[in-house]
């Protein structure tokens, strides 16, 4: 079965941290844009941060510059979100997508392959 499998979220602390992974399964990242989207209740899905799995250049929303990071390890086909100095509004689900990007890498409609999801709450 092609799948995305994302690791569990979690809860912290304002200034705490989390790391996400995410993996394929039923395919490789080879030269997709890998990346995760995030959606609080209420709020549109936002772009959190993408990673070019050919060339490694990285994108991140203006509003987790500085404090997140994505990485990718092409030995175990994953890639990673470090999340760190979270904030309360960090709060939401977190899906991790992968494919080839024609135009914008933060259309969700871009993307074929999603991830379950995973929570990421952050309280005060």
């Known amino acids: 079965e092609v799948q995305l499998v994302e690791s569990v979220g979690g809860s912290v602390q304002a200034g705490g941290s989390l790391s996400l992974s995410c993996t394929p399964s039923g395919f490789t990242f080879d030269d997709y844009t890998v990346g995760w989207f995030r959606q609080a209740p209420g709020k549109e899905r936002e772009g959190v941060s993408f990673i070019n799995n050919d060339d490694g250049r990285t994108y991140y929303g203006e509003f987790v510059k500085g404090r997140f990071t994505i990485s990718s390890d092409n030995a175990k086909n994953t890639v990673y979100l470090q999340m760190n100095s979270l904030k309360p509004e960090d709060t939401a689900v977190y899906y991790c997508?992968?494919?080839?990007?024609?135009?914008?890498?933060?259309?969700?409609?871009?993307?074929?392959?999603w991830g379950q999801g995973t929570q990421v709450t952050v309280s005060s």
């Open positions: 997508v992968a494919d080839w990007v024609r135009n914008s890498r933060l259309d969700p409609r871009e993307y074929d392959y």
